[in-house]
């Protein structure tokens, strides 16, 4: 089993300083070596197949000939009696010929023997083209073109020795393995070499892969024409690269929002806990016989830590509980708020302002709406100072920031303030989980930093937006924006 190991002292070090990532064989063949295997494999049979082809044609094409030959001999001068009876004449049939006459009585006669003589008895006289072997008691091994007629009450036979067609077809065939051994050699060659470089992108991006996968996240592979394979390979990884690393980014972001939230929640839960506990403590030592104030400050300390565990109850809530769809009275739900949070806070001004020209209504449960307007009328009187003025003004038909001015369907609830006003860098954050502006967890603000992020997140669950604009000792607006029940209607 192979195996891959990272060197010790390797780790932390730039990506540029790293060896290159290698993949870990397991005897697999490469493909760069299999594009040329397939690549060989089908030249040789397309020049087995064209060498098949050529040397048929061949072969045809050089017995037709011998087989012109043989019908103009038969009919020529293979049927002069003369050039075999009178040998002054110094005539003979070509050297390569040989001709057989059998008579009627079972005699023969042979003429041109000399190179061989084709094996003749099993031969018939059918007018017809033959290639038989040669005579077993002749020397010659080359087979033999024969035709046989009948003639004048005899058979004719005219043969013609193969010996140098055939050689020139083996020739011809040895000739033709050789060009294509070479042919396949040198295409062998150049296609390892074309492939090699055709490749070239595909091991930039394994190079590239291998040094993101030891964590160097903000290489990206390079980038070739969209209009090729690699190049739609390219542009798929390097997205998936980027969503990766935001992705990651993130979950640090959220890991580090996380972890200063436990550190926040640990002190908000100390310090009442050190509290009841000193104060019973007290008690239990005899330091102090007052009850009532023993009882009251644990009574103090408890509420408190009792804020935060009821936070993240809800935000949780917010997150996965199933909502109503029911049409809610917006305007109904503003005097509500308003009403139960100026009872909790008589000393402050809350004002109600509708300046729609008919009754807002959105679809949605009535009971999360109404913790989200709670929770922003609250937040306003806690952050925006002591002396700040709340007014929850509704509108209908007014568009938020980034929406068109001739949108219709949405109603538009606005928390203003006109205290304190937070810095951008405040408000870019402000809708974040675990997310307090006020570092220094300073207790008399209040919260845990989750009322703002349960408002949010139960806004979207009801198909809406909220944003923030605020000035510095200007104050600061919260902006709900949710779809209209009679357009969803």
Known sequence: MTSYHQSADAVGEPAKKRSRYRVPRNGAVPLRLWLVVVLVTISSFGLLASSIA????????????????????????????????????GASPPTDYCVIKLFSDGSAVTFNASAGMPDVDNLVADGRIHTIASDPKSASLSRWRVLAVQQDGMITIVGKSLRFEDNILRQLTMMQFTISLMVIILLGVAGYYLIYRSLRPLREVEETAGEIAQGDLDLRVPQWPINTEVGRLAYALNSMLGQLQASIEQSRKKEDQMRRFVGDASHELRTPLTSVRGYTELYRSGATTDVNMVLSKVEEESKRMSVLVEDLLALTRAEGQKLEHERVDILELAISVASSTQAAFPNRHIEVRNEAADIPMVMGD?????????????????????????????????????????????????????GIGMPPEVASHIFERFYRADSSRSRSSGGSGLGLAIAKSLVEQHGGMIEVASLVGEGSTFRIILPSADTQA
Do not use: C
Request: hydrophobic share 45%.
């Open 366 to 418: 009535a009971m999360r709406l109404h913790q989200v307007l709670s929770n922003l009328v609250t937040n306003a009187i806690r952050h925006a100072g002591d002396d700040a003025r709340i007014t929850i003004r509704l509108r209908l038909d007014q568009p938020a920031i980034n929406l068109n001015n001739d949108d219709p369907d949405k109603v538009v609830i606005e928390v203003i303030d006109d």
């Open 54 to 89: 050529v040397s048929s044609i061949m072969r045809e094409v050089v017995y037709s000939r011998v087989d012109g030959e043989l019908a103009s001999a038969i009919d020529g001068w293979a049927a002069n009696a003369e050039i075999f009876r009178n040998n002054s004449l």
